[in-house]
């Protein structure tokens, strides 16, 4: 069974970079066998997809984040990450990193959520 | 982008009570289709993937099937560990690299 935990920092000052990481036990990151990614969801509100990471190196973004956002993985640690640059209040919520099924797409697995202010 | 629009999107029902959800894109697709429960404070947990298929784990009585456009889901008897927000999501264009989420149903005990 596999498992994710997030981890960061839960306070970010506006303008700077957010920086998360997911460490993942029960498959490795590099089999190949998930897209792993990030989502998010401001309180009280929906899921927001934000990016995943395959480890055949490819990447992919919502275009509404794309021009802030890197999803990087590191293979040595099985864990995969993202950076949030410039980050706004709007940027506050609970962050969940997530394996999808490479064939129809749908999250398995889910880490427990990190929650994220953005507040100086 | 395919938007989702999930209807209704707040339900009041009862223990016993048979209920549905409906998922509709906004551009025609079949198949990739999936649906979560989220509890409160909790992440999101997999009911059906690909429009009926229940995750293992899952009780029977939820079930997921497709009509024209649209994607139901069904709860056929409501249980209180079921007053949850159920969301669904697309994955017809995760081959370009993009998932969405419906905004989400808010079930409520009546």
């Known amino acids: 069974q596999v498992q994710l935990q997030e981890s960061g920092p839960g306070l970010v000052k506006p303008s700077q970079t957010l920086s998360l990481t997911c460490s993942v036990s029960g498959d490795s990151i590099s089999t190949g066998s998930y897209y792993w990614n990030w989502i998010r969801q401001p309180a009280g509100k929906g899921l927001e997809w934000i990016g995943r990471?395959?480890?055949?190196?490819?990447?992919n973004y919502n275009p509404s984040l794309k021009s802030r956002v890197t999803i990087s993985i590191d293979t040595s640690k099985n864990q995969f990450s993202l950076e949030l640059t410039s980050v706004t209040a709007a940027d506050t919520a609970v962050y969940f990193c997530a394996s999808a099924m490479i064939v129809t797409g749908h999250f398995d697995y889910w880490g427990q959520g990190t929650r994220v202010a953005v507040s100086s | 982008d395919i938007q989702m629009t999930q209807s209704p999107s707040s339900l009041s029902a009862s223990l016993g009570d048979r209920v549905t959800i409906t998922c509709r894109p906004s551009?025609?697709?079949?198949?990739?289709l999936n649906w979560y429960q989220q509890q409160p404070g909790k992440a999101p947990k997999l009911l059906i993937y690909?429009?009926?298929n229940l995750q293992s784990g899952v009780p029977s009585r939820f079930s997921g099937s497709a009509s024209g456009t649209d994607f139901t889901l069904t709860i056929s008897s409501l249980q209180p560990e079921d007053f949850a927000t159920y969301y669904c999501q697309q994955s017809y264009s995760a081959l370009t690299g993009m998932y969405t989420f419906g905004q989400g149903t808010k079930l409520e005990l009546k």
């Open positions: 690909a429009t009926s």
């Open positions: 551009q025609t697709f079949k198949f990739y």
């Open positions: 990471f395959y480890s055949g190196g490819a990447t």
